[in-house]
């Protein structure tokens, strides 16, 4: 089974400054997806960024950012020029990229979530 | 506009009592999940669902239930509510193998 796991349980960070949250995962796979997903108080569960482990190329959206480390099992979360708005948790997920006997897929497994606290 | 609905939002029952929760999606999406989250675990699979007429266990069944007679519903019930079940519940639902999932707004879901 795969496991998530973030080990920061709150981090702060001052408006317009970067931050980087960790993720690490445990997988025998060789093929997945590494999500990040945002829940700001209301409670939404918003998709940040995604990444394919095939691609070498760490995915980018906007001032969002990853460094994925595959060989590392390493799955960081850059947040650049943060702003007041990003202010929520982060959760780091693993998904399977295939069907491995029909119970498999589309399946999300979650790290504990980040706490960000966005300094004015 | 398609979305996924959750019912009701905010929830309190009793120890021992029969609840359950409803989630619908209009995006006629094969796959649906629900999930609790806690504070320290994140958010951990209950049971899930790839169609009508079927339903699977994920990590944290114990004490749950579902059913899958359309397409639309993936209703979550709660045969006995124990204190342990107190958590917030999101439901997710998503097209196929390796597309995005859309989650609900989530049940915070009370047992005293």
């Known amino acids: 089974a795969q496991t998530v796991t973030q080990s920061q349980p709150e981090m702060s960070v001052q408006e317009a400054e970067t931050v980087t949250l960790s993720c690490t995962y445990d997988t025998s796979e060789s093929d997945y997806y590494l999500f990040w997903y945002k829940q700001p108080p209301s409670r939404q569960m918003i998709l940040v960024i995604r990444?394919?482990?095939?691609?070498?190329q760490n995915a980018t959206e906007n001032r969002f950012s990853v460094n994925f480390q595959k060989a590392a099992k390493s799955f960081s979360l850059k947040i650049s020029d943060s702003q007041l708005g990003d202010a929520a948790m982060y959760f780091c997920a693993y998904r399977s990229a295939f069907n491995a006997g029909g119970t498999s897929y589309g399946k999300l497994t979650f790290g504990q979530g980040t706490i960000l606290t966005v300094h004015p | 506009d398609a979305e996924i609905t959750q019912s009701p939002r905010h929830k309190i029952t009793e120890t021992g009592r029969q609840v359950t929760l409803a989630c619908h999606q209009t995006?006629?999406?094969?796959?649906m999940f629900w999930y609790r989250q806690d504070l320290g675990h994140g958010l951990r699979l209950i049971h899930y669902?790839?169609?009508?007429?079927?339903?699977n266990k994920g990590e944290v069944s114990d004490g749950y239930s579902v059913s899958r007679s359309n397409t639309e519903d993936l209703p979550l019930t709660l045969e006995s509510a124990a204190s342990s079940q107190t958590s917030v519940y999101f439901c997710?639902?998503?097209?196929?193998?390796?597309?995005?999932?859309?989650f609900g707004q989530g049940t915070r879901l009370t047992v005293v």
């Open positions: 997710a639902s998503s097209a196929g193998m390796n597309t995005e999932a859309f």
């Open positions: 995006w006629n999406h094969n796959n």
């Open positions: 990444q394919e482990a095939y691609k070498q």
């Open positions: 669902s790839y169609g009508v007429q079927d339903t």
